[in-house]
């Protein structure tokens, strides 16, 4: 068994300012290299922005159709005081000879977001964005809704809500 040579207590205090030194160095490593934001918002001047995925999908109806999978709870009473809100979503027309259509659904109080239908014409994949909507009040299920004019396949490659607060 070993002995130490001497009888005398350790001394903490240089301990706690090491462990002092290295947590103040972590927290400043890390908001140097995260900053202050955390996946899917983002800082603005006197707000934020944040961002809600929903996911990828595809569709050949030529009538209003969820989106399997594609849908996610807001609670939109946790964002604060709410400046603008719209939908975006990155559409692709594989044949490139129609319109698709694409919107949010309040599937909680069974109704369209108003003014979240958006379209695109043509082959080129794009990122479109609604008008301003308004998200109800409280926790709702939201789900996106896609249609085709003629019926051909139509790729959802993105679709988000984008929020932005005071």
Known sequence: ??????????????????VGLLLLFVVFISRFIVGSNVLGTSDSVG??????????????STDWIDV?????????????????????????????N?????????ATDKHPVW?????????TPSLITSSA????????LYQVQ??????APTNLLL???HIVTY
């Open 68 to 96: 399997g999978g594609v849908a996610a709870y807001v609670d939109s009473r946790l964002y604060g005081k709410i400046k603008k809100v719209v939908f975006e979503a990155s559409l692709g027309i594989p044949s490139g």
């Open 159 to 161: 679709g988000r809500i």
């Open 1 to 18: 068994m070993a002995k130490r040579s001497s009888n005398k207590p350790l001394n903490p205090i240089p301990l706690v300012g090491i």
């Open 47 to 60: 707000g934020k922005e944040f961002y809600i995925p929903f996911g990828t999908g595809t569709n050949t």
């Open 98 to 106: 129609q319109t698709a259509y694409v919107r949010l659904f309040n």
């Open 146 to 151: 896609m249609k085709s004019q003629l019926g």
């Open 133 to 140: 909507i308004t998200l109800d009040s409280g926790n709702k």
């Open 115 to 123: 003014y979240s239908e958006i379209s695109l014409s043509g082959s």
